[in-house]
């Protein structure tokens, strides 16, 4: 059975990825295959199989950018099958296919190239991070930038981390060697999918890891776009691999799959818990970026106009939906007055 994989919005799908049942890659091609939900999940060069697929309606955009609630694409919904098959495919990868082989200097050059493919084709993802999570253009725009970036210094960085000899007993060397940590799972948020996809996994693949992306119900048309690119890259089969679904379904058993060596995770500290949780029942590391509540300070001798623009912009950027948001000001006693007139005018 073959599957097609596409993360093109409209009428069709084009630069198709034609998997095979075993979910091996037989071609990646452009065509033209009915307008019907995905039937597969993108990862660069392998594919694991799903039977439905998610429907995604576009946001309400209060900038007029475009048509309320429009169907404008369709992802895989992705469960514990699907995540099982990616982990194994990035197993494969690193302990016997041809990722795991690559030096440092080889992945840097691959994830210096993936930067390059991002900045060439930054207006369309800048149009379909838009359309995929409501924000205005000129955000969506300095995400890809910020995206782009990131691939393109952790590419550079990639053959600059080295390990420490130490001196010992006369006779002996002592040296410290640094490894991948293995497969690495992430699970990235719905307010800056694309810029979230570039700072947890770039650092991840320059180190030598093969990672397993999770990537928000909500808003992952970017990341899948950025996977097609990895493969124009020339990224090895299983190093990346994106299973997009919902989170108490691909995401849940991505978090307890015990083929997972470290997780990453973006989103709420509820959430946040039980992904902690699952790492410590597998003896793993996590790193959590949760949400938080961020004061600003703002004192009597403040350059007033700057810090007051400054304190306005911090909460309304992105519509506020940034975890490091200034949802708190504290204002000294004598310009409170004045800053809360100043705030008020500003929204």
């Known amino acids: 059975m073959e599957f097609y994989a596409s993360s093109d919005i409209g009428g069709t ?3 198709t990825a ?37 429907v995604l309606n576009e946001f309400m955009s209060r900038v007029g950018l475009f048509s309320p609630r429009q169907v404008f694409g369709a992802i895989a ?34 994830l210096s190239r993936l930067g390059r493919l991002i900045e060439d084709n930054a207006e369309e993802l ?19 930038v910020a995206v782009a970036r990131y691939f393109e210094y952790y590419g550079a960085a990639a053959d600059k981390v080295h390990g420490d000899t130490i001196p010992f007993l006369d006779g002996y060397i002592a040296a410290t060697l640094y490894e991948p940590l293995g497969v690495t799972g992430h699970i990235i948020p719905w307010n800056y999918p694309g810029q979230m996809f570039g700072r947890t996994v770039a650092p991840a693949l320059a180190m030598g890891n093969a990672a397993v992306i999770k990537p928000v119900e909500e808003a992952c048309m970017v990341p899948l776009r950025i ?18 679904g919902l989170g108490e379904e691909a995401g849940a ?51 007033f106009d700057a810090a007051l623009a400054s304190v306005a912009g911090a909460i309304i950027q992105n519509a506020g939906q940034t975890c490091s948001a200034g949802s708190r000001v504290l204002v000294e006693r004598s310009i409170w007055d004045r800053s809360l007139a100043d705030l008020s005018s500003r929204f």
């Open 18 to 54: 034609v998997i095979d049942g075993r979910g091996r890659l037989k071609r990646y091609k452009s065509s033209t295959v009915p307008n019907d939900p995905v039937k597969g999940i993108l990862a660069t060069m392998e594919l694991a199989a799903a039977d439905n697929g998610l």
């Open 77 to 110: 919904a992705g469960d514990a099958a699907d995540i099982d098959a990616a982990v194994k495919a990035a197993r494969f990868a690193l302990e016997e296919g041809h990722w795991g082989r690559l030096t440092a200097t080889e992945r840097g050059r691959l």
């Open 227 to 244: 996977a097609e690119l990895a493969v124009e890259a020339g990224f090895p089969e299983g190093a990346l691999n994106i299973v997009p």
């Open 13 to 15: 799908f084009t630069d």
């Open 253 to 303: 058993a991505l978090t307890a799959h015990a083929g997972i060596d470290f997780i990453s995770f973006t989103g709420s500290p509820e959430v946040g818990t039980l992904v902690q949780t699952a790492a410590a029942r597998n003896h793993i590391g996590c790193t959590l970026e949760l949400g938080g509540k961020s004061p600003q300070v703002v004192f009597a001798d403040a350059d």
């Open 126 to 144: 800048a149009l379909l991070e838009a359309e995929d999570t409501g924000k205005p253009m000129k955000q969506a725009k300095a995400d890809v």
